[in-house]
């Protein structure tokens, strides 16, 4: 049996039982049936109204959901019910998004070998998808790794995060309530050697993994030969601060970025480069407004920060702070945990460029602000790590604005806004050690379509 506890004190919410060999067997066969058998494929219409009553029920379900995804996940409250509406909104993307599935024509008698023939492409289900899942959106990345594959026609098992799987096991008696047929979304929570053995089947023809670039990397090299994968992992988002930039509007944005979920986010708000210009009045607001942050229970709507997910990551996020202050970083505020749990919002000031903090990514409530001279040198620091994922650029000027845009090295560029920005109809995804492939619900849906041509011949064309 799997124990799942609260993050803030570790108390029992539930316990369900672990999916062993065997119940992987019977999970796979079910969905390879599925999809072998062509007469089981649910048609485009039906999928539309299945996602569409989905969608209603979750939104009289609101409540019961976010509750359920902060209590096990350790997001605040408040945080939570944004993350179950945008949950809702990517069912309705995925709905809306299976009428663009579709095909083009290709121009024959280009030659004399094509005449007479008339061709066309089309989009079908790939086949069986499997979803490994990370815990810190817990509803909201199951969505984006279930609801895309049956949108696509994809029977689809998940592994939802060991911390975290009552948003996902929750979500899948939802979609068998609104008619999905059983079979189509099985949720499978399991040790992960058990879970190797899931993804490297040769029957997985779509592989989608959220998590550390340890795992998700090796468990792409053991996958079956045909099966595509994406792969998103962790970043450390680096954000170009020009001496220009509107105080005002910036250092709220970066407030939010930074500290969102304890900074438990693959694209929050990591290592801020600001110009020495304006380096001191930065990083003097910027830490008083984070040493005002309200950490605790995740479960009060004043909580604004709340736990870490375990207390072995409260352990490692103390020891990198204490490394970097002991490598020289100036401590501008926090720096201390506040239980086994919780650990305090902590600035950083011009940590070595050697220190934890400054190589990797740190995925805990802290920011690290380095003062430059030089933009372009700031720019080649930020891009010096092999994590690439989202960063940003605040200025007035357009011209810088584009420049930095064009030179960093990530997937995305926000402009006077924090790096943890995303709707779910954008492409999201990380570069290089970061990832593989692109998210994004209309992204992931066409991702798990393949494509297949018809070349007719006939004597009148």
Same mark, same amino acid.
């Given at each position: 049996?799997?124990? @799942? %506890?609260?993050?803030? +004190?570790?108390?029992?919410?539930?316990?369900?039982?672990?999916?062993?060999?065997?119940?992987?067997?019977?999970?796979?066969?079910?969905?390879?049936?599925?999809? #072998?058998? #062509?007469?089981?494929?649910?048609?485009?219409?039906?999928?539309?109204?299945?996602?569409?009553?989905?969608?209603?029920?979750? *939104?009289?379900?609101?409540?019961?959901?976010?509750?359920?995804?902060?209590?096990?996940?350790?997001?605040?409250?408040?945080?939570?019910?944004?993350?179950?509406?945008?949950?809702?909104?990517?069912?309705?993307?995925?709905?809306?998004?299976?009428?663009?599935?579709?095909?083009?024509?290709?121009? /024959?008698?280009?030659?004399?070998?094509?005449?007479?023939?008339?061709?066309? %492409?089309?989009?079908?289900?790939?086949?069986?998808?499997?979803?490994?899942?990370?815990?810190?959106?817990?509803?909201?990345?199951?969505?984006?790794?279930? @609801?895309?594959?049956?949108?696509?026609?994809?029977?689809?098992?998940?592994?939802?995060?060991?911390?975290?799987?009552?948003?996902?096991?929750?979500?899948?008696?939802?979609?068998?309530?609104?008619?999905?047929?059983?079979?189509?979304? #099985?949720?499978? $929570?399991?040790?992960?050697?058990?879970?190797?053995?899931?993804?490297?089947?040769?029957?997985?023809?779509?592989?989608? =993994?959220?998590?550390?670039?340890?795992?998700?990397?090796?468990?792409?090299?053991?996958?079956?030969?045909?099966?595509?994968?994406?792969?998103?992992?962790?970043?450390?988002?680096?954000?170009?601060?020009?001496? +220009?930039?509107?105080?005002?509007? /910036?250092?709220?944005?970066?407030?939010?970025?930074?500290?969102?979920?304890?900074?438990?986010?693959?694209?929050?708000?990591?290592?801020? =480069?600001?110009?020495?210009?304006?380096?001191?009045?930065?990083?003097?607001? =910027?830490?008083?407004?984070?040493?005002?942050?309200?950490?605790?229970?995740?479960?009060?709507?004043?909580?604004?920060?709340?736990?870490?997910?375990?207390?072995?990551? $409260?352990?490692?996020?103390?020891?990198? $702070?204490?490394?970097?202050?002991?490598?020289?970083? *100036?401590?501008?505020?926090?720096?201390?945990?506040?239980?086994?749990?919780?650990?305090?919002?902590?600035?950083?000031?011009?940590?070595?460029?050697?220190?934890?903090?400054?190589?990797?990514?740190?995925?805990?409530?802290?920011?690290?602000?380095?003062?430059?001279?030089?933009?372009?040198?700031?720019?080649?620091?930020?891009?010096?790590?092999?994590?690439?994922? #989202?960063?940003?650029?605040?200025?007035?000027?357009?011209?810088?604005?584009?420049?930095?845009? *064009?030179?960093?090295?990530?997937?995305? $560029?926000?402009?006077?806004?924090? %790096?943890?920005?995303?709707?779910?109809? /954008?492409?999201?995804?990380?570069? +290089?050690?970061?990832?593989?492939? /692109?998210?994004?619900?209309?992204?992931?849906?066409?991702?798990?379509?393949?494509?297949?041509?018809? @070349?007719?011949?006939?004597? @009148?064309?």
């Amino acid at each position: 049996m799997l124990k @799942v %506890t609260s993050p803030f +004190d570790q108390s029992l919410i539930k316990e369900i039982p672990l999916a062993n060999e065997q119940d992987i067997e019977k999970a796979l066969t079910i969905a390879d049936n599925l999809f #072998q058998n #062509q007469s089981l494929w649910i048609p485009a219409h039906e999928r539309i109204a299945i996602l569409e009553k989905t969608a209603k029920i979750m *939104k009289t379900r609101v409540e019961e959901l976010t509750k359920i995804a902060a209590q096990e996940g350790g997001k605040p409250y408040t945080d939570s019910k944004i993350e179950v509406l945008r949950a809702i909104n990517g069912v309705k993307l995925a709905a809306e998004h299976i009428g663009q599935i579709k095909g083009e024509q290709i121009p /024959m008698g280009l030659t004399k070998a094509s005449e007479n023939r008339i061709a066309f %492409t089309m989009r079908e289900p790939i086949g069986v998808v499997v979803s490994v899942s990370a815990f810190n959106h817990p509803l909201n990345l199951t969505i984006h790794q279930t @609801v895309t594959a049956i949108a696509a026609g994809c029977p689809v098992i998940i592994k939802p995060a060991s911390t975290t799987p009552l948003s996902a096991l929750n979500f899948a008696e939802i979609l068998k309530e609104a008619g999905l047929p059983e079979g189509w979304c #099985q949720v499978t $929570v399991c040790k992960s050697n058990v879970a190797e053995k899931l993804v490297t089947d040769k029957r997985v023809n779509y592989f989608s =993994f959220i998590g550390s670039s340890k795992i998700g990397w090796y468990l792409r090299s053991k996958l079956s030969a045909g099966t595509r994968c994406a792969l998103e992992h962790g970043g450390s988002a680096p954000v170009i601060v020009e001496k +220009d930039a509107d105080f005002k509007e /910036m250092l709220p944005s970066l407030l939010k970025g930074g500290f969102y979920h304890a900074g438990q986010v693959c694209v929050s708000v990591q290592r801020v =480069f600001v110009h020495e210009d304006i380096c001191n009045d930065f990083s003097k607001q =910027f830490a008083e407004m984070a040493n005002k942050l309200i950490v605790g229970n995740q479960m009060e709507e004043k909580t604004e920060v709340g736990p870490l997910i375990s207390p072995f990551e $409260v352990d490692r996020v103390e020891d990198w $702070v204490n490394e970097a202050i002991e490598d020289g970083a *100036k401590l501008l505020c926090g720096g201390k945990r506040i239980s086994n749990t919780c650990y305090e919002p902590t600035v950083l000031l011009n940590p070595n460029e050697n220190s934890k903090v400054s190589q990797f990514e740190i995925f805990g409530p802290v920011v690290c602000i380095y003062s430059y001279s030089n933009i372009e040198k700031a720019i080649e620091t930020a891009n010096s790590l092999d994590l690439h994922f #989202q960063a940003s650029v605040f200025t007035k000027n357009i011209d810088i604005a584009l420049d930095t845009v *064009k030179k960093l090295n990530a997937t995305a $560029v926000m402009v006077n806004d924090h %790096t943890a920005f995303r709707v779910d109809w /954008m492409p999201f995804g990380g570069r +290089d050690s970061s990832g593989i492939g /692109m998210g994004g619900i209309p992204y992931t849906i066409y991702e798990m379509t393949r494509e297949k041509l018809m @070349v007719i011949k006939s004597r @009148v064309l």
